[in-house]
Structure formats: structure tokens, C-alpha cells
């Protein structure tokens, strides 16, 4: 990479500093709660998208251990995506019973909690009550729907916001990266895998590995020989959030089944293709080795989108030495068989480079808590690592959290 | 014994009970669950007969495979799980310095194909 070497990402953008990074922040239970008061329960957070809720009555529900909660977010019969705490109005039981570990989709007419069977229509409203004639006179039924949890759209993406009064709306939040990333085919892009697990280490510990590419060479050694040797391109550090071109020379050559599922489908990084349906801010400089491009929209959540593919890692806090992890990866749907086969090969290629990348980041959490690097040392390709902890910094700082 | 694999593809016949997995988490159990010597004999068998096979499957609408069609293509999707092992790992069955591929879980792996 000897063409990195000049620094320029600390010339770019020489108010971040070149400092080392205290480490404190990814092990300290003290540090976690105030990004949790101040950051993940104040800021716009990514649900999924509203394709996941085809009609009137579908819902969505996520866990959020760190706000012990649980969004619902439901499809109602005038077409409008709302989300609301999953609690009963009655006595705060659960309404939606949670099964297994992550999240629950379905479709209801009706939301029943089974403790006293108080019933929500698909707009939140309280419609059903048990012999409603034993509650108080003061009692207001139209008061006591399901508690709203702010929720807005971009992009078709569905976001929410754990504040009862959010300081800004979405649009505001998202500002330039919500520009930046407008107008890509998402929603045609539907031929998804999704693969999720629970990490012994700090969130941040993940999102930081997933946020530059000085790694590839060594952690990707494996499944991506040869790739991604020209680093970040085209950084952009915008408002909370941040995003970079990932580069790379393509490989001289493929062995015969990476050759021919590439050949048959769009699904693979390692596959260069002209670009086509790429947003005009994408590539700006129209640089060849352009492969794909990589955000961090704060505080949790990682969008790449290239030619025909978009993919997103998302890490939610369970504690300061736990997470969820999510990798989410999506295609074009295939039109034939021989394309589906090709996808396959696409899913296990990307799915193997998970697992490479996700192998570092408990060893990386049990290091840290030694103590014995109280700071980490930064490289200049790792701008969007550095740029996240100033932002984070920015946000522990306020008082009260606005 | 009834064959499991459409009459033209006899030769590879004896690869199908094993592994002709329908599912993404039975394909990646087999791959967990055998050696480096197998899954490279199992990748040299099926390389020669892979477009053969795709193009089989392509006589066929997207997922409305027969049923020993259905398993030929199962074929083909376990050949792909396994093909990264063998062409970029030295026919490691697992994926070298990786997280516990048995805490992955994908939310499609139950899935027909």
C-alpha cells in the first residue's frame, strides 16, 4: 500500500487530530450507559425495510435490550408505517410475545395481550377491553393506545427514534449522507441473506472493524486473495456520519467455480462491473478501481451499495461487553436457476468473509479489558474509526443529552 | 433401487444420498461435518459436470425443479458451499482464522434450496 502512506486523510481533515484513541470507551460500563442515554436513545435508528411489511396488519418486531423494550412497527390499513413500544396499556405486559432470540415478523388483524386480553388495531389504537364497564368513569379509551415510538421513512428504509421529542427529524439527522446514498434501486434488490449472532465484545469494537480496509490484505487473505489494494478513496466526513469508496484492482484471475458463478449472476464484491444505477454522487472522481462504497451512519449501523448489490452490518448494545450483530446482504432476484446457483456461491464467498471479519472482535474486547493499552493507535486509512469517536465524544459531552 | 438424479447424470449418481443437502444449514452442516481429503474428492467430481448440471436446471422455471432434478441442483448448491474451501483454502473444511461458524445463524437456513 505504498500509496498510502502520505497521510493524507489527517491533511484532509486535520481538525480530527492524529492522537491515539483511549480505549476506555470500549470497556467501560459507565462510558456504555451514557451512549445509551445519550446516543441510542436520542438519535434515529435503522429498522429494516418497509418491504418486510407487504400489507395492513404486517409487523415487524425488534428487540432493543439496551432500552428494555421492543419496537413494533406495523403496516396499518391506510397504508402508513408506524412503530410503538410493545407494551400494554392496562398494566405494561408485553403485548407481542417475543419468540426465540431475534426478531418476529407476522401479520395481525388484531394485537392481543394475552394477560388480559386488551386488543390494538393496526394504527396502535385501543379497540378491545375486557368488560370495559369495571373501569374508572375517568378512564379515556382513545388516550390509551399503544405508546408511539417516533418512526420515519428514507429511502424505503424504516427509521426509529427512542426519544418522546426528537431534537431533529430524519431528514435533518441523515443531512448529506441521506443525499449522498438517495436515489439507489434498493427496493428492486430483494434476494436477501441475512445472518446474525451474539459477539462477546463492545459495539463499538464491531462497527470499528467493519469501518476501513487496512484489513483486507491480512484478515481477507483467505477469501479475497489478491483484492482491494488501493484503500479508501473519496472520504467524506458528513455531519454524524461518514462514508469512504472502498478500491480495488480486481484479481488477474478466478478459479473455475468463482469464474462461473460470476459469469451466470451479479452477486459477488470481488466481480467489478460497469456501473449503471449507482447514484451521480457516487464515484465522483470516476476512478476505474472503484468497487464499492462504505458508511457508517451513526451510531450503529454500516450501508455499502455497489452495481446491483447493497449490504449492511448493524451492532445493538446488550450490555458494554455484549452486541447483536446482523449482516445483511441483497441482490437482484434471480430469473433462472443457474443464477440462483451463482447466488449461492455469491452468499457462502461473502458469508466466509463475515466470519473472517467477525473472528477478531472478542479477542479484541478481552485484550482491551487488560488495561494494558489504555489507547489504540489509529492509521491514517482508519479516518472513519477516528471520526467515530470524535462524533461519540461530541454526543457524551452535552449536558442532558440534546 | 430407484435412481436419485435424472437418467443423463448417472455417472455422479453415487454422490446424491450424501450430499444432495436441500438446505443452506444441512449444506454447511456437510461441509462441517467432512475432511479436506473428502470435500476435495467431492469437488473434483462435480466440477467437470457443473454446467452440465446448471444447464439442466435452467430447462426448468426458477425453483419448479422435479424432483431428481431438485436433487441434482442440490448438487450443485452443496458444490458451491464447498468450492471456496477447496479453491481458496487448501480444502479446509473449515474457514481458516474465522469466528465459531456454529454461532452464525442464517435466518435462511432452513429454507428449501
Do not use: C, G, I, K
Given at each position: 500500500m505504498n500509496t498510502l502512506l502520505d497521510r493524507r486523510w489527517a491533511k484532509t481533515y486535520p481538525w480530527l487530530g492524529e492522537s491515539p484513541v483511549p480505549t476506555e470507551p470500549c470497556v467501560s460500563p459507565a462510558i456504555y450507559q451514557e451512549e445509551i442515554d445519550k446516543v441510542f436513545k436520542k438519535v434515529w435508528l435503522c429498522m429494516g425495510r418497509?418491504?418486510?411489511?407487504?400489507?395492513?396488519g404486517s409487523f415487524k418486531l425488534k428487540r432493543l435490550d439496551f432500552a428494555s423494550t421492543s419496537a413494533l412497527i406495523i403496516r396499518g390499513r391506510d397504508g402508513v408505517i408506524r412503530a410503538f413500544h410493545n407494551t400494554c396499556s392496562h398494566r405494561g405486559n408485553t403485548v407481542v410475545v417475543p419468540e426465540g432470540e431475534w426478531d418476529n415478523f407476522g401479520r395481525k388483524n388484531g394485537f392481543t395481550c394475552r394477560f388480559h386480553a386488551w386488543t390494538y388495531n393496526d394504527q396502535g389504537e385501543l379497540t378491545g377491553i375486557q368488560e370495559p364497564q369495571g373501569l374508572p368513569l375517568c378512564f379515556e379509551r382513545s388516550e390509551n393506545g399503544l405508546t408511539p415510538i417516533a418512526c420515519d421513512l428514507w429511502e424505503g428504509f424504516m427509521f426509529i427514534n427512542l426519544d418522546p421529542h426528537p431534537s431533529v427529524g430524519l431528514t435533518e439527522f441523515l443531512g448529506d449522507i441521506g443525499r449522498h446514498f438517495a436515489g439507489f434501486p434498493y427496493h428492486s434488490l430483494t434476494h436477501n441473506f441475512t445472518y446474525h449472532t451474539v459477539l462477546n465484545c463492545n459495539w463499538k469494537i464491531g462497527v470499528d472493524a467493519f469501518a476501513e480496509a487496512y484489513h483486507v490484505t491480512t484478515i481477507h487473505a483467505g477469501s479475497f486473495p489478491g483484492t482491494f489494494s488501493t484503500g479508501l478513496q473519496m472520504v467524506k466526513l458528513l455531519g454524524d456520519h461518514r462514508t469512504t469508496a472502498v478500491c480495488f484492482d480486481p484479481p488477474r484471475s478466478s478459479p473455475p467455480v468463482a469464474r462461473l458463478a460470476q459469469a451466470k449472476a451479479r452477486g459477488s464484491l470481488v466481480n467489478k462491473v460497469h456501473e449503471?444505477?449507482?447514484?451521480?454522487?457516487?464515484?465522483d472522481e470516476k476512478r476505474e478501481d472503484y468497487a464499492f462504497e462504505l458508511s457508517v451512519i451513526f451510531p450503529n449501523w454500516l450501508l455499502h451499495i455497489t452495481e446491483g448489490i447493497w449490504f449492511t452490518h448493524q451492532f445493538w448494545p446488550m450490555g458494554h461487553d455484549k452486541c447483536l450483530w446482523e449482516g445483511k446482504y441483497y441482490v437482484a432476484p434471480p430469473q433462472t436457476n443457474s443464477e440462483r446457483w451463482a447466488l449461492e456461491h455469491a452468499m457462502v464467498l461473502q458469508r466466509n468473509a463475515w466470519l473472517e471479519d467477525t473472528a477478531t472482535m472478542e479477542g479484541t474486547f478481552y485484550s482491551l479489558r487488560s488495561g494494558a493499552k489504555p489507547h489504540m493507535q489509529l492509521h491514517d486509512e482508519e479516518v472513519l474509526v477516528r471520526h467515530g469517536y470524535h462524533v461519540l465524544d461530541k454526543y457524551l459531552n452535552k449536558k442532558d443529552g440534546k | 433401487m430407484a435412481s436419485l438424479l435424472p437418467d443423463e447424470f448417472v455417472q455422479i449418481e453415487?454422490?446424491?444420498?450424501?450430499?444432495?443437502?436441500?438446505?443452506q444449514n444441512q449444506r454447511w452442516d456437510k461441509r462441517l461435518s467432512s475432511t479436506n481429503v473428502e470435500i476435495t474428492e467431492f469437488y473434483h467430481a462435480i466440477l467437470p459436470w457443473l454446467e452440465r448440471i446448471l444447464a439442466h436446471a435452467d430447462e426448468f422455471p426458477l425453483g419448479k425443479l422435479p424432483e431428481r432434478s431438485a436433487r441434482l441442483f442440490d448438487l450443485a448448491l452443496m458444490h458451491a458451499e464447498i468450492a471456496p474451501n477447496v479453491e481458496l483454502y487448501r480444502g479446509d473444511p473449515n474457514v481458516p482464522h474465522s469466528f465459531e461458524e456454529r454461532r452464525f445463524i442464517a435466518v435462511h437456513g432452513s429454507d428449501r434450496h
Open positions: 418497509v418491504e418486510e411489511l407487504p400489507e395492513a449503471t444505477t449507482l447514484p451521480p454522487t457516487m464515484n | 453415487s454422490w446424491a444420498a450424501d450430499w444432495a443437502q436441500p438446505t
